[in-house]
C-alpha cells in the first residue's frame, strides 16, 4: 500500500501536465484512493473546461468504481464558488468523499472557503501535504495572488562563450538556437500573459512575438508589450502589421506629452500606449510590472537584448531563468548576452531549483532566482 505522501506525488504528476494547457488558473492534480487502491484520478487540462477534482471522479465512474468513503488527494484547496465552471466542493460532497488531503490553500482571497465548505458537509480535511512542491509547481500563480505582480521570466538563446547574437549574421540566417529549442520557446511562450522586449531588439530583429505550435490554435495569444521610452517604433514593424497578438508600447509620460502626435498615430494603428515614470533614463520597470499585473497578467516573458535582461537581472525583477545554449563558438563574431555590469560578488545571481534539458545539440538551463 502507498503513502499518503506517494498519492498526492502523483497528483503532483499528473497537475504538471496541465502546465502550458491552464493558465491563467493553476495547474491541479487529483488522486482518488479507496481501500489501498487508486480508483480514480485527473487534472486540470484546459483552461474553462472541468477541474481535476471534477475529472477524477468522472474517472471513478468510468473505471466502475463507487467513491462514496474514499479519500481523496488535491494539489490545491477545491473551489467553491461558481465561475466557469461548478464548485468542485459540490462534486465532492455529492460523491460522499469521506476525507481530502490538500497540499496547499488556495492563496487568493477565496481562502479557506473550500475548506470550510468541505468541514461543514462532515468531510475530515487535511492541509499541508507536499506543501512546498505544490507551491513551486504553479509558482507564478502564488505569486501573483499574494502580491498582485506578474512573474518574470527572462529568456535567451546563446553560445557556449556566452554570445547572445552574430555580430554579423552568416548567410544562412541569424539563429543561434536550433529547431528543437525555438519550438520549445513558442510553447514557453503560450504559458505568458505577456512577452516583454524593447525598442531596440524591435528594430533590429522586426520579432512577432506570437506564439506559433503546428496543429494549434491559439484561443489567449500574449499581449506583446514593447520598452520604448523615445516612441522610435517602426511603422513597417510585424508589433504593428501582424495583429495575431494585441500591443502595447510602454513610454514615459513625458514623452507621451511631448510626443503626443505619434501617440495618436500609434493608437490609430490599433496600438495601446501606455505611460509610465522614469528610472535610469529609461522606463520605469517595476512600474511597468505592476501595470502588466493591474491587467491579471500572471506571467511576464523578457524577451530582449543584453542591455533590458541585464536591467531586469540586476534590479532583481526576475523570478525565473531559461537560458538556451547552442553548441557554437562565436568568439569576436558576436555581442554578449548581458551588458549591464555586475559589479560587486554580492550582484552575482545563482539560479536555485535548475533543471537542464536537451533539444537535440541545444542544451537548456533553467532555474529560480
Known amino acids: 500500500m502507498k503513502s499518503d505522501t506517494e498519492y498526492m506525488q502523483m497528483a503532483m504528476e499528473l497537475a504538471a501536465k496541465g502546465v502550458g494547457c491552464v493558465e491563467p488558473n493553476p495547474a491541479v492534480g487529483c488522486v482518488i484512493v479507496k481501500d489501498g487502491s487508486v480508483i480514480g484520478q485527473g487534472f486540470h487540462k484546459r483552461f474553462g473546461q472541468a477541474h481535476a477534482e471534477v475529472n477524477a471522479l468522472a474517472d471513478c465512474g468510468r473505471n466502475g468504481h463507487d ?33 481530502v488531503v490538500i497540499a496547499s490553500k488556495d492563496p487568493t482571497k477565496l481562502a479557506g472557503g473550500g475548506i470550510e465548505t468541505l468541514k461543514q458537509a462532515g468531510i475530515a480535511v487535511e492541509i499541508g501535504l507536499c506543501q512546498d512542491e505544490a507551491e513551486k509547481l504553479n509558482a507564478p500563480f502564488y505569486k501573483y495572488a499574494r502580491t498582485g505582480l506578474p512573474w518574470v521570466v527572462v529568456k535567451w538563446a546563446q553560445s557556449i562563450d556566452g554570445k547572445l547574437a552574430w555580430t554579423n549574421p552568416p548567410a544562412e540566417g541569424n539563429w543561434i538556437s536550433n529547431k528543437q529549442s525555438r519550438a520549445a520557446v513558442h510553447r514557453l511562450r503560450k504559458r505568458m500573459g505577456a512577452i516583454l522586449t524593447g525598442i531596440d531588439t524591435v528594430i533590429t530583429d522586426n520579432p512577432k512575438l506570437t506564439v506559433r505550435i503546428d496543429g494549434e490554435t491559439i484561443d489567449r495569444p500574449p499581449l506583446r508589450v514593447v520598452l520604448d521610452s523615445g516612441l522610435r517604433m517602426p511603422w513597417d514593424c510585424n508589433l504593428i502589421t501582424v495583429p495575431d497578438a494585441p500591443t502595447v508600447v510602454v513610454t514615459t509620460a513625458q514623452t507621451a506629452q511631448t510626443e503626443f502626435a505619434q501617440v495618436e498615430k500609434l493608437q490609430s494603428a490599433g496600438v495601446e500606449v501606455l505611460s509610465v ?20 497578467i500572471q506571467q511576464v516573458l523578457i524577451e530582449a537584448g543584453p542591455t533590458l535582461i541585464g536591467a531586469f537581472l540586476k534590479q532583481n525583477l526576475a523570478d525565473e531563468v531559461q537560458i538556451y545554449i547552442a553548441p557554437l563558438i562565436l568568439g569576436p563574431n558576436g555581442s554578449a548576452a548581458i551588458s549591464e555590469p555586475m559589479s560587486t560578488l554580492n550582484d552575482y545571481l545563482k539560479l536555485k531549483d535548475v533543471r537542464i534539458d536537451t533539444f537535440g545539440t541545444d542544451v537548456r538551463i533553467c532555474g529560480f532566482l
Open 277 to 296: 515614470g522614469v528610472c535610469n533614463d529609461h522606463c520605469d520597470l517595476k512600474e511597468t510590472l505592476a501595470e502588466l499585473g493591474k491587467r491579471g
Open 67 to 99: 467513491p462514496a468513503g474514499a479519500t481523496l488527494f488535491v494539489t490545491l484547496e477545491p473551489c467553491s464558488h461558481t465561475g466557469k465552471t461548478p464548485p468542485c466542493t459540490r462534486a465532492i460532497i455529492d460523491a460522499k468523499i469521506a476525507k
